[in-house]
């Protein structure tokens, strides 16, 4: 089934950004600080086609897929069916956090995984104080963050399961995901673009800090927004003081200094990437096949990724976009409900492969989160045939 929008300037992808908040233009400020990264997405995967960089991992196929270790799953829990979840993070061993979709409640909700009753909540929805519109979650190094339209709040994993108080942090930027990293805020830069395909380069950097009260300097070049596309998620290490970068739309991680340094690239499995156009504002998908990681997490040692990679049984990419009567709109495919295997992928903070599992026969799962104990991942699974949200762990070395 295909659902096509009017325009593609109305389309939230994810539901990170509202309607692409076209009043952006409006403001420009300056920001706080940022470096420009020296290696992009295009250089990093032409090193794929042969040429070599001392800085970009090249994780094959063959290597990562066709050498993926099989490994059994635990069951941690099984939320009641009077619960409707979609997405799940493990806090610690014993406590499961959850985006609940019910709109007259609070948005998260922490489970006991054996009593499997709440034991806190967080964030009502609604418009006032501690309130939220709409929860966008990432969780990395010990804390949950939880990214409103104008607020940043920050939960601590290790008591999120007895009810603690919420840091909050108001920002004026236009970000698709944010966290915090020292005392700065962490965000993709929403005009970085470098595309030799386009034949543009923005001259902007990937990410950078601010302090949530600068907005971005692209809108006062004219510079092409880039939202819609760049939504790749941060991972982050302050004891290494190390960043990383995964994107979504093609297999790429970026690892940082913790002045945005660009340390190393690791491209691969695959080769595939997605293909943009713009109407000279905005950037939008032209043809993005499937998926590459759709979740990702974190210890103090090493980096978990979930690969999927394939196109969806009927063909369909996730997007396909152009310009139509001179307006960008876009055909997306829906829900792909066939059972597929997936394939966690370990590297270390240094971009080095330290394996691959293969997960068989799931259709859907949301999240992957770690506890902080090395080697074992929680998967969070949606539609397993009659069961509703199940928590499975992984132990993988």
């Not at 020292?182 to 830069?189: A, I, K, Q, R, Y």
């Not at 970068?245 to 002045?259: H, Q």
């Amino acid at each position: 089934m295909k659902t096509k929008s009017a325009t593609m300037r109305e389309m939230s992808l994810d539901g990170i950004t509202d309607k692409v908040k076209v009043k952006a233009a409006a403001a420009a400020k300056n920001l706080v600080m940022y470096v420009l990264c020296p290696l992009s997405i295009c250089a990093a995967v032409c090193s794929c086609s042969g040429s070599t960089d001392e800085n970009v991992t090249v994780l094959t196929e063959k290597q990562v897929l066709d050498g993926a270790a099989e490994v059994v799953p635990d069951t941690v829990c099984v939320l009641p069916d009077t619960v409707f979840v979609a997405r799940a993070w493990m806090m610690d061993p014993g406590h499961v956090m959850c985006r609940m979709e019910s709109k007259d409640r609070y948005a998260l909700t922490v489970f006991d995984v054996r009593t499997l009753e709440p034991t806190a909540e967080y964030l009502h929805y609604g418009n006032g104080p501690q309130e939220v519109k709409y929860v966008y979650l990432m969780v990395t190094d010990g804390r949950v963050y939880v990214k409103d339209y104008n607020k940043l709040y920050e939960i601590p994993c290790d008591s999120a399961g007895i009810g603690v108080r919420v840091g909050e942090y108001g920002y004026d930027l236009m970000a698709s995901v944010l966290i915090r990293y020292g005392d700065s805020l962490l965000t993709v830069n929403p005009f970085y673009l470098e595309s030799g395909e386009l034949g543009i380069s923005q001259g902007e950097p990937k990410l950078m800090f601010s302090d949530g009260k600068s907005t971005n300097v692209g809108e006062s070049a004219d510079k092409i927004f880039t939202v819609n596309c760049f939504q790749g998620r941060l991972l982050t290490n302050a004891v290494l003081d190390r960043i990383a970068y995964i994107e979504r739309d093609c297999s790429l991680v970026e690892l940082y200094g913790g002045r945005l340094n660009l340390l190393r690239a690791v491209v691969g499995p695959g080769e595939d990437r997605p293909r943009y156009f713009t109407d000279g504002r905005y950037l939008f998908y032209e043809l993005w096949n499937a998926y590459s990681y759709v979740s990702a997490c974190s210890d103090d040692n090493y980096i978990y990724l979930l690969y999927d990679g394939k196109m969806r049984a009927d063909g369909y990419p996730v997007y396909k976009g152009g310009m139509e009567s001179g307006v960008p709109t876009m055909i997306s495919a829906a829900g792909d409900t066939d059972l597929k295997d997936m394939t966690l992928i370990a590297l270390d903070w240094d971009g080095n492969l330290k394996g691959s599992w293969r997960i068989h026969n799931v259709n859907t799962i949301t999240e992957i989160s770690s506890t902080g104990i090395e080697g074992e991942v929680y998967v969070c699974v949606t539609d397993r045939g009659d069961l509703p949200l199940t928590v499975l762990r992984y132990k993988l070395f």
